[in-house]
């Protein structure tokens, strides 16, 4: 029996494999300019060896080769070790130099307007540090902490224009700076020099005493575009008034026979095309030396009817007795008590296929009973209606309530402009002045010249520039207050090629007033 089991154990000893010593493999590890030896069995990877060596990676260190790596006989391991380090620092925002040529000082006469201020930015750099060794260096974040301020310098240039008289005061706009001109046109001085006007609203009071103006904010462009301000034109230092009223666009204007009482339309800005959102609304508030009213509402914001995101614009009779509005779709009356619209008047709404609207432009004539603006007429061809191109100036009666057109093809901008009363032999008259498309089939983009007529669309008269020469900028001619010292009418105020004009219409006789071509807004009381 024995003999039996020593021979069943031989058997089963004889059927296993032969066992085979395991064997290890030496490989190195190079760390923080140190390297380790680490013994480990054949066939291990990188990462079996990184463990035994009791090494632990950050997340952004490097392993050459990778982890997956089977590793041999004497192998080496590298694992670098990588740092990101961020940093900040601020740098100087250089101010820009800024020069306005502006007429109304002698050649050669410098004027500072505006210190320049120098900015600060501060920046984020991110370091990546391989092993002590810096291999890259890249900026993350710029972050303007103080905007600069730009110098500007303002540069005489005045040219040797002939003087002319003048009526009332005459204001306008040049180089985001107020200048005004009284009793000659080689009278100037300046009401505000900041250079920060943005031509939004820029009127005078009836009674030529104050200035309505609109500058650019301080703010965010995001928050505000621009607040109102109100000015003296009286005495050698002029009486500048914060109104506290921000995001003013299509209107602000004075309330008549309402002394400081300034009524307007706000917006609400917006980062895309055009810029804001209009409220169609209508506040006003009184100003007083050291005081500002609170705002009291007149129109509550709306919707303002077919493209009311433009926004829409109010015209004063010059009584008081009616407050007319203009929109894309509608001209009307407000009842200032009520608040509510009273339509006269329905528009077809014009397709720009752009981010602009256009409204009619609405003035009153000097009856204070005819309202009259440009119209869009419809079109004869297969164009769709919204999409003509024909605009014609109508003028409603409030007697009667009729409207009729008293000129044809005027363009789009025509911007009707009634002269004060006039006496004309032994009856009270006025005139009319706007602007005539020279191509009205594409009066968008044409140039326009200045045309007058009676009030009932006789004796239409082109006179102003020669056919010769290039038209007008669409821009509003403004009447002088009275006719002028050996005159037996009001003169005329225009705009062209950045330069003031005056224009006696009957005679035709013109005179360039201003020669440095800054100027984008006029007003005349």
Known sequence: MFVIFLVLELFIVGCQSPQVPTRNIDVSILTEGKTR??????????????????????????????????????DN????????????????????????????????????????????????????????????????????????????????????????????????????????????????????TSGDLDGYIFTESPQGDWLLFTRKSN??????????????????????????VSNVVHYAGWWPGGGTKVVYSTVESRPTPPGWQANNDLYQVTFGSGWVSKPTRIVESNSGGVYGWWGMT????????????????????????????????????????????WFPAIAWGSDDRTLCSVTHAPSTGLVSPEESPHFDLNCISLVNNSSVRIAQETGMFAYVSPSPLQIIGRE????????????????ETSRYRLVIMDRDGSNKKVI?????????EPRVPVWSPQSSAGQSENMLAIIYQGNLWLIVPASGQTQQITGDGLIKRIDWK
């Not at 250089?94 to 410098?110: C, D, F, M, W």
């Not at 102003?464 to 007008?472: I, Q, R, S």
């Open 37 to 74: 030896q680490v013994s480990l069995p054949a066939g291990s990877t990188v990462a079996e060896a990184i463990k035994k060596a009791g090494l632990t990676p950050g997340n952004l260190d490097r392993i050459e080769p990778p982890y997956y790596t089977v590793l041999s006989e004497g």
């Open 219 to 244: 703010q965010s462009p995001d928050l505000e575009r621009n607040t109102l301000w109100v000015v003296s034109t009286s005495g050698t230092s002029p009486q500048i008034i914060d109104l506290k």
């Open 77 to 192: 391991i590298k694992l670098i070790r990588i740092n990101e380090v961020y940093k900040t620092e601020e740098r100087i925002i250089p101010y820009k130099h800024q020069v306005i040529r502006n007429e109304s000082l002698a050649e050669g006469e410098t004027r500072l307007i505006q210190p320049g201020i120098n900015g600060i930015q501060e920046i984020t750099y991110r370091q990546t540090i391989e092993d002590d060794e810096e291999t890259n260096n890249s900026i993350v974040k710029t972050v303007i902490i103080k905007t600069p301020v730009p110098e500007i310098m303002m540069v005489g240039v005045q040219a040797a224009f002939a003087p002319i008289p003048i009526q009332g005061r005459l204001i306008y706009l040049a180089g985001g700076n107020a200048w005004i001109m009284e009793g000659s046109t080689t009278n100037r001085r300046p009401l505000i």
């Open 428 to 443: 009270k008259n006025y005139q009319i002045a706007y602007l005539q498309a020279v191509f009205p089939a594409q009066s």
């Open 464 to 472: 102003f520039p020669p056919e010769d020469a290039e038209g007008l």
């Open 314 to 357: 109010f015209a004063w009779s010059e009584n008081g007795q009616y407050l007319a509005y203009s929109r894309p779709d509608e001209i009307g009356l407000v009842d200032v008590n009520t608040g509510t619209l009273v339509p006269l008047m329905e528009i077809t709404p014009l397709q720009t296929h752009s981010d602009w609207a």
